[in-house]
């Protein structure tokens, strides 16, 4: 069983082009999130999806950044007209059940490591 | 209140255990405590967790305070693949009802040969 895949593990973009990172989920998995490390930086928490479905978008900057989990295919996390600041590690995690008492753990990707020239 | 408060750093040698704190005064009943490690280069590693008994499992031991206020993560003999970034997290705080996860700046964990 394949673990969470990202990909590109690394991706560099000039100033106002467009960032797409792909997160497709461990096997049976329905749940993902998103979170981002900036250089230095903790990871801060941006997105939940379910499929077809925004949960929680609390963290994700209110212009440029998207995100989807369409019914087929895997997460994207779309960034447009990316700026140097945009510049970070992506992770993408998944899991399989989220009731308050039946939370099991996160499964966390390798990264997206996205550079901004 | 998610607030987890972990020292900053902690140094241990090979094959020694090591015991990595976490002070989570404001915990609720129901919430679980969940750590996480992130080895350089990585994405977060689950480790293990727990809600009031102490948990085993191959990656180490959680031993978590009869007032659930304080846990402690043990490594029973640390090796240099276990350096890395150790988060003492609170997976349900503030109400989601979901893995929402706040990480705060962790423990470094170094490890000596």
Redesign the interface.
């Known amino acids: 069983n394949a673990g ?1 895949m990202q990909n590109p593990r690394h991706l560099v973009r000039r100033r106002g082009q467009e960032a797409r990172l792909r997160c497709s989920p461990m096997k049976g998995h329905s ?1 993902v ?1 998103w ?1 981002r490390q900036l250089p230095e930086e ?4 941006m997105v ?1 999806l379910q499929k077809e479905n925004i ?2 978008e609390s963290g994700m900057p209110k212009e440029r950044f998207s995100a989807e989990f369409p019914k087929e295919g895997p997460s994207i996390l779309r960034i447009q007209q990316v700026v140097r600041g945009d510049s970070a590690a992506y ?1 993408c ?1 998944s ?1 399989i059940l ?4 039946m ?9 997206t490591r996205l550079t901004v020239v | 209140d998610a607030k987890t408060t972990q020292p900053n750093s902690m140094e241990s040698n090979e094959e020694e255990p090591v015991h990595l704190p976490c002070n989570h005064s404001t915990i609720s009943g129901t919430d679980y405590i969940h750590w996480y490690r992130q080895l350089p280069s990585q994405g977060p590693e689950y480790v293990i967790h727990g809600l009031t008994s102490n948990v085993n499992n191959r990656m180490a031991s959680l031993a978590i305070a009869e007032d659930r206020k304080s846990s402690t993560l043990i490594l029973h003999r640390a090796t240099l693949r276990d350096a890395a970034v150790y988060y003492c997290i609170r997976p349900n705080a503030g109400g989601t009802s979901y893995g929402k996860l706040t990480f705060g700046q962790g423990t470094i964990l170094t490890v000596h040969p």
């Open positions: 969470v749940h999130y979170y903790g990871l801060k928490f939940y949960i929680d992770f995690a899991s989220t009731g308050r008492d939370w099991t753990e996160a499964f966390f990707g390798q990264g």
